[in-house]
């Protein structure tokens, strides 16, 4: 996919991240959700990326008529100085969110791809990450490159459903690297999303910082050695804003979120616990260590689905997303026909 974009969400906003007059940011209280936007700064590209998904969910609205999934993946940074040297990063390769974008490609969705930028992406994913350089794809032949012909069969299937979502227009790649470029990525594409009504679908893959510095007590310059010998990072934790997403931000959309633990015997308690919480229609459990074998779909009736690889499967390299997906879709198809009775 040419890259067209005039930033790197991996670069830090040198000017603008930093406001030494705000207030230290409060502990977490209610609603502090609102009082995080007063207190941080919006990324300076955000208007680009507004253009982007305006468009696109206007295309996909008015003209094709698709349901518009944003898949977001990856993990966040949390910065600990403006100028950034050192960061906390969360967990997450990105592959759970860019194999299943693909599939709702497949199955016939829109995709805004909201993702860690240099994780990995759809398609690409397949060559990028799995071995030491792309250039093992290619050998040489008659002074020209060549795909290997070990590898071309496999690729042209990948290549020509790259090329049908490019065609299609289906795929909108955006980026994010800290976690305030994510929050306020993902409230405005829910802004724009509304359009879509019930069409739209969150399906919520990123691994999100629970905990982050505010930008009033960031230091600017890349933190020295200590007189103590130690750092100690005092960090607050970030607010709910699944709780925004659902009642505000997209109230008309379908809202699945991931939990991850690494626990089996808490996998549950915490899958309903944020059902309870904020009220939105699925989660997907998963344990880090067996993420890509097993998930659990936790509806807020406490029904558990257990999606599972057997033996045979995971012999022939089945991806669990392929198993996930169509699942995800039937609720999706199930929340538009309840939404739809609703507000005729
Ligand atoms: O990206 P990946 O495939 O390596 O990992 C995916 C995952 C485990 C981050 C994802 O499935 C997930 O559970 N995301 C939510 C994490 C959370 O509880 O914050």
Known sequence: MPNTKNYHTSQPDYETAIDRNVPDFPVAEVLDEDKYFQNHEPPSYLPEIEAQIDKFVDFHCQQTQKKVVLVTSGGTTVPLENNTVRFIDNFSAGTRGATSAEYFLENGYAVIFLHREFSLLPYSRHYSHTTNCFLDYMVEKDNKVEINPEFAD????????????????????????????????????????QKAQSDALFYLAAAVSDFFLPSSRMPNHKIQAQPSGKLVVDLEQVPKFLRRLVDSWAPQAMIVSFKLETDSSILIKKSVQALNRYHHQLVIGNLLQTRKNEVVLVTPDEAQNWIRLDDTQKHQNVEIESLIIPAVIQEHENWVKNWTAKNK
């Open 154 to 193: 496999s690729m042209l299937v990948v290549l020509r459903k790259y090329m049908a979502a490019q065609k299609a227009n289906s795929l909108l790649l955006v980026p994010f690297t800290t976690v305030n470029q994510y929050l306020y990525t993902l409230r405005l594409a829910s802004q724009l999303l």
